[in-house]
Structures are given as structure tokens and as C-alpha cells.
């Protein structure tokens, strides 16, 4: 039984929203380096990008605030992350497509908007079963013109029990600065409680970075590597040669 359907909880979202999405570690950095890939790999003309999984569009703003004039696709399966997405960003440049990418032919919702210039994700796609994560890759390879790059800023699991510990530590300092920024008095007791046995635990299906790199590197994706990583924190992809 999938476990993230959650994520079309009203509720659940303006949590995470509201006490998770500005803490996560390093984030500036990951989406600063993600623009430099962009920039880098690709020809530097991004006139239309797809972002999967879209959540509140923060990736997406990113994107349109260094290249004004693309077309941003977002699609996800959470209309309430959607509305927040269209809060963010409007209606301008930006189309919005509810819908779910784990059946295979979810492609199809997409209508003319391919091929893209560029393909981003956030901490979207560890939820599908590591069969449909390379299902979905093998998809974006297919919706890319050639020359376009994908970029996945992903939750990727650790290789030991001790490193898992460390990147959990990481993540609950992360949140108790974040939330004592904002005005919150909760310990960093209470703050941990509520980390490891948040809701949306059970959705994630992680795996190793360096297996999903070999799977874009099976698809054909060229100069695939892992550009920055922080614990269970991993920013890789791929260029679809030109």
C-alpha cells in the first residue's frame, strides 16, 4: 500500500511547510549549485523546464528567477503543495498539472510541454519503489531535448546505521535552530520526538546515491555524477547528449 498519499494532506503540507521546508541543511547551497549545473551542462538556454514533484515550487522559483523568461511546468500529485506552489510563483510563466508519476503512462498529462530544457526534482521521487525511480528516470531521459539536464536534489539512504545517526543529528540541530528563529521555545527534546516519529517517515523509499547514478548511466544519461552531497542530502543527475 503506497504510504504518500499523505502528502495530499492539507494539514500534513502546511507543517511541513511551515516547520520543515526552511530547515533542511545546506539548502541555499543545494539550489545554488543546481543553477550552476544548469548554467553548466546545459548551452545556457532554458526556455522551458519541468519541475517533478514540485512541491511549494521553491525549486521552480529558483529556476525562473535566473532565467525570467523560460515556461515552468510543474506537476505534482498534492494539490494543496500546488496551490502553495501557485501562491509562490503565479500564474505567469507557470503551468500547473495535478497529477500522479507513478503510473507509466503519466507522461501523458504533459501534453505538447515536452521536451525540456532542463528537468529538476526535490525530495520527491525516494518515494517510489526503486523499479519505478528507474522508470521515472528512464521517462525524464525521454522528455529532455538532447543537450538538456536533469538535476535530481533527492533524500538518498546512508550506508550504515552510525552515518544515518549522524545526518539525523544534523537535520534535528538544523531544525531546532530554524525553529527558536521563528520565535518557537520547544527543546530540542520535543523537537527530536517529533523528527523521528514524524508521519511522512514511513513514505520514504530510499536508495544509495551511486546506484541511481548507475541507473542514469545505464539510460544514457551523460556526465552523471553526484555533485553535492551531505549525509542522506544529494544533488546528482545528468545531460542528455546532444
Known sequence: MRKDVMWQDKDLVASYLSGVRGAIPLATEQIDMMLRLIAGLGDGTVERFLDLGCGDGVLAQAVL?????AHAVLYDFSQPMLDAAQEK????????????YAPAD????LGDKAPF???VSG????????DVKQRIYRDLYELLRPGGVFLNLEHVSS????????????FIDALVAYRHSVGSDETRDEIAKTYYYRPDKSANILAP????CDWLREIGYAHVDCYFKVFELALFGG???A
Open 159 to 170: 550506508p550504515s546505521p552510525q552515518v544515518e545517526h549522524m545526518y539525523d543529528e544534523l
Open 106 to 109: 503519466w507522461t501523458a498529462a
Open 89 to 100: 510563483l503565479g500564474k505567469e510563466h507557470v503551468t500547473l498539472i495535478q497529477g500522479d
Open 117 to 119: 530544457d532542463a528537468i
Open 209 to 212: 546515491v551511486e546506484l541511481q
Open 239 to 241: 545531460v542528455k547528449p
Open 123 to 130: 525530495f520527491s521521487i525516494h518515494h517510489q519503489p526503486d
Open 65 to 69: 528567477t535566473r532565467y525570467p523568461d
